[in-house]
């Protein structure tokens, strides 16, 4: 007979676990990597695809989706405009007391856009013309256009700058017509006076004085020729190249500025901010040529922000842009000036007037200049300018443009309207362009890209899925595969022992630190019931796999004598006490092995 014993079981076993442990280690690893670099790679060409379609929505081709949005925008744009009243204007003349503002607004006004002319050439290039004009909408501000305030008189102040190094005679003379027509250097106008302008009687005697060459009008006002002009523009399409979407060329018939020193201060860098490139990244700056500035405007990136519930980045205008060479040297070219201050651009060159360009309410400007004025309160959420980008199309969602138009007056001998007055900016009015697209475009936009993710998570889960069913699949068939290797084999506790009978048993003691006494586990269906004691309870259970016969057709009798043989066939089950002679050959020297 053959018997295994409980070491050749857990061999088995032990082999089985080793093989189904490597197994399942493999298909976990490459279900983990497949969970990991699956989605990545599906990812990867997904990606690829919508930047693709991207940029071929975004190009400024008449085929693309921007096209027309673009050439005709049908999304509000708002300009709104804050005024600052002058509250103690006669004291601030005779005894050079702080001016006391009031800030009065907003006036806002629906700014519409027209882009015709259109010409496509070589390398890219679209000219065209845009024609820009406001119409003022009541129900978005404080008050009306004839709303009026005390301002200053800007074409006094103005003169009386020109006229700083001139002779006696001609100060004398711009005085006398200033005295006539009762002008002094603060001024009532209204909302509409202030920006589009206003016929100065004032101005009318000094250009027939003059001449139209050294006057060439006497319309004056903020923005007199803003409102319904024209300008020509070349750009680039982006068709090669998109991050060159949108780019100046050309603006005005201009490749470059005139009015800065140094080149590149004069460079026109950017594009007009109506569209940006697509592809943006936290590490770039976002240039926009602004025409009040003079010059492109550098916008930064600030912070990640939530946007509609769409990921979205914030760029803003930075400190240094109204900087002088001081605080900020490369901006050594915006100052044609002996001295600049710190935190206004003077636009002098470009305008026809002292003007300076600031950050609403002096932001960033020097401590100096806004404790010039009772009234100036700078608050970085109100004023600071900045633009809310989605980085993978460019789209803006959301801009505010913010700047400040003040007047330099200062005090000229000759002049008496200018005496004793303080020679600094004077703010006249703060203006925001706002522009937000509908939430709906960034919720199509939300939807779009949930699909996309969720493409994603179903090749994640479908590779986590494979692993599982793998896993147990495994599992179930290492389970059947070890219960068949041990169907029918005994348990000892302490090895597994294998016999085949060849010839009589005699009592001899069992080596190798087995005990003297094994039971062998013999079918007993035939024999009838089992009257082994507990005593008598098996160590060890083994199969009867050859031929032998029952050591006694007894089933109580619970040992083999030394002079008995075995031969027959298999028998049933019955519990048999032997003892294993090494005379014959028959003792096993260790586990696993046959005699």
């Given at each position: ?47 690829d695809k919508i930047s693709t379609v991207i940029d071929e929505m975004m190009v400024l081709e008449p085929s693309s989706e921007i096209f027309q949005s673009w050439l005709d925008p049908q999304i509000p744009i708002y300009q709104k405009f804050y005024f600052f009243d002058v509250q103690n204007a006669d004291d601030v003349l005779n005894r050079g007391a702080k001016p006391r503002l009031v800030e009065i607004g907003p006036y806002t006004y629906r700014v519409s856009i027209s882009r015709y002319n259109l010409t496509f050439g070589d390398n890219d290039t679209l000219s065209f013309k845009q ?465």
């Amino acid at each position: 007979m053959t018997c295994r014993s409980r070491s050749t079981c857990a061999t088995c076993c032990l082999a089985y676990a080793m093989c189904f442990m490597v197994t399942l280690s493999i298909i976990i690893m490459v279900s983990i990597m497949g969970a990991i670099k699956g989605p990545s790679a599906v990812n990867e060409m997904v990606e690829d695809k919508i930047s693709t379609v991207i940029d071929e929505m975004m190009v400024l081709e008449p085929s693309s989706e921007i096209f027309q949005s673009w050439l005709d925008p049908q999304i509000p744009i708002y300009q709104k405009f804050y005024f600052f009243d002058v509250q103690n204007a006669d004291d601030v003349l005779n005894r050079g007391a702080k001016p006391r503002l009031v800030e009065i607004g907003p006036y806002t006004y629906r700014v519409s856009i027209s882009r015709y002319n259109l010409t496509f050439g070589d390398n890219d290039t679209l000219s065209f013309k845009q024609k820009t004009w406001m119409e003022f909408v009541p129900e978005l501000s404080v008050g009306y256009e004839n709303d009026s305030f005390t301002t200053v008189n800007i074409p006094l102040a103005a003169s009386v700058s020109v006229l700083k190094y001139a002779d006696w005679f001609s100060k004398m003379s711009v005085s006398a017509v200033a005295s006539i027509h009762g002008h002094q250097m603060f001024i009532k106008l209204s909302v509409g006076e202030i920006l589009w302008g206003y016929e100065d009687p004032f101005m009318k005697q000094l250009q027939d004085l003059a001449g139209k060459e050294a006057i060439p009008s006497y319309v004056v006002g903020i923005l007199p020729h803003v409102n319904g002009s024209v300008i020509s523009s070349v750009i680039n399409t982006g068709a090669s190249n998109i991050t060159e979407l949108n780019k100046l060329i050309e603006w005005n018939g201009m490749t470059e500025l005139d009015w800065w020193g140094s080149k590149e201060a004069n460079m026109i860098n950017g594009s007009d901010g109506s569209i940006l490139h697509p592809e943006m990244t936290a590490e770039e700056t976002i240039y926009v040529y602004d025409q009040i500035h003079c010059r492109s405007v550098p916008y930064i990136y600030k912070e990640d922000i939530t946007f509609y519930d769409v990921p979205m980045m914030k760029f803003h205008i930075p400190w240094y842009t109204y900087a002088n060479a001081s605080s900020y040297p490369p901006n050594a070219g915006f100052c044609l000036q002996d001295s600049c201050p710190d935190g206004i651009l003077n636009v002098t060159s470009c305008m026809d007037a002292n003007f300076g360009i600031s950050a609403p309410h002096f932001l960033y400007a020097s401590p100096d200049i806004i404790d010039s004025f009772d009234g100036i309160e700078p608050n970085e959420t109100k004023h600071q300018s900045y633009m809310v980008v989605e980085p993978v199309t460019g789209v803006s969602y959301t801009q505010r443009r913010r700047l400040q138009m003040n007047l330099y007056m200062e005090s000229v001998d000759g002049i008496m309207q200018s005496e004793g007055i303080r020679s600094m900016y004077y703010p006249l009015t703060w203006i925001e362009m706002g522009v937000d697209l509908p939430e709906s475009l960034a919720t199509d936009y939300k939807n779009q890209m949930s699909a996309v993710e969720g493409f994603d998570d179903m090749v994640f889960y479908a590779f986590i899925a494979t692993a599982i069913f793998c896993f147990v699949l495994l599992m179930l068939t290492a389970i059947c595969v070890i219960l068949q290797c041990c169907k029918k084999r005994g348990v000892r506790d302490d090895s597994y022992v294998t016999m085949k009978k060849e010839g009589s048993i005699t009592s001899k003691t069992y080596t190798d630190g087995i005990p003297t006494d094994i039971y062998v586990k013999i079918p007993n269906e035939d024999i009838g019931n089992n009257n082994v004691t507990d005593e008598q309870k098996y160590e060890q259970k083994c199969d009867i796999i050859t031929e032998s016969t029952v050591l006694s057709n007894d089933h109580t009798h619970k040992h083999q004598t030394d002079d008995e043989s075995s031969s027959g066939d298999e028998y049933d089950e019955v519990l048999w006490k032997v003892h294993i002679s090494e005379a014959n050959g028959n003792v096993i020297s260790g586990p696993e092995t046959q005699v």
